[in-house]
């Protein structure tokens, strides 16, 4: 997944226009479509909370799961709701739309990255090490995207103070929203507090990653070693620095071929032409999605049965969790 603030500033990009095609209304319905920016994401931060983390594997569930199942789910499960729950829920589905598109488009590089840096036979640079180097990948596309967008640095735009705003009505609806979809997609019932939960744990990790200096940073991570044994740090490759560029080692501005590891298909993208591609795709996908008739034959039209991750999942691939 493109990571907390590439995902938060996509979704403001197409804020107005979005705004405008729904009609949205209040301040609460403009943060759930920010929020939904995130996806299910927030679930997976359900593993450091000792009595929620059961549920954590839910979010790489609807990572791995059709996106065309999920998204009628989550259209009905939002309709289900009346009155301003119901338009706080639907602005979150289309803001979790616009998580969907930028992660399937944008997934296949990161990984082309990952597994080439992975099986480049650099010692202590294995299989092992694949989820810290698709964080750190991500990382450098964030500090890019944020100076390259806003002219600014997490000095002076901190991702804890800026995403993440939702209030209690928010995601009161927003967890009605997973309950349901739990419940329909994977035939479990979930802890009615599930995804909030996550929200809380994912604010206070970006206060913990929280680092422009780096000073924090490095002692965080020098303990975090210490107590796993292990020479990876999960604090390391999250924790944004300060880093004044608009560019990103991995985001090929030379736009040099490189194959798809799902479908094989090669392209020479760079990450601006993948941004900019799932963006045009925004208006279209969140007007299909809440139009009339939208069912799973047209959920699969739209999807093109691409998952979260970039790859190709039928209706009925329900990963177990």
């Known amino acids: 997944m493109p990571a907390i603030l590439t995902h938060d500033l996509f979704g403001r990009g197409v804020l107005e226009d979005v705004t405008d095609l729904l009609g949205l209304r209040s301040v609460g319905e403009r943060d759930a479509f920010l929020l939904g920016n995130q996806g299910p994401d927030p679930l997976f931060y359900l593993r450091v909370d000792p009595l929620m983390r059961k549920w954590s594997p839910l979010g790489g569930a609807l990572h791995e799961c059709s996106s065309a199942a999920l998204l009628v789910a989550m259209r009905e499960a939002a309709l289900r709701l009346e009155g301003h729950e119901r338009q706080l829920a639907r602005a979150y589905v289309a803001g979790f739309a616009c998580h969907w598109l930028l992660d399937s488009t944008m997934h296949p590089f990161v990984y082309y ?59 009161a609806a927003v967890d009605k929203v997973y309950f349901y979809v739990a419940l329909w997609v994977f035939g479990r019932a979930i802890d009615p507090r599930t995804f909030s939960t996550g929200v809380v744990e994912f604010r206070l990790a970006q206060r913990v990653f929280d680092s422009p200096s ?54 020479t993208a760079g990450f601006w032409d993948l941004f900019d591609a799932a963006r045009a795709r925004v208006l279209p996908t969140i007007d299909e999605l809440f139009s009339d008739g939208f069912d799973l034959a047209a959920s699969r039209e739209l999807t093109r049965d691409l998952n979260f991750e970039g790859a190709p999942t039928e209706p009925d691939e329900a990963p177990a969790w």
């Open 214 to 267: 780096g000073r924090k940073r490095s002692v965080l991570a020098t303990l975090e070693r210490a107590v796993t044994r292990s020479p990876y740090s999960l604090v390391s490759c999250m924790s944004h620095r300060a880093r004044p560029e608009d560019v990103s080692d991995f985001d090929n501005r030379g736009h040099a071929p490189w194959a798809n590891p799902f479908t094989g298909q090669v392209s």
């Open 113 to 171: 990255w990952q597994n080439g840096l992975t099986s480049a036979g650099v010692p202590g640079l294995d299989e092992d090490a694949a989820s810290s180097v698709h964080m750190e990948i991500e990382r450098d596309f964030d500090e890019m995207a944020l100076h390259a967008l806003t002219d600014k640095t997490v000095e002076r735009w901190r991702p804890h103070e800026r995403v993440l705003q939702a209030s209690r009505d928010v995601l």
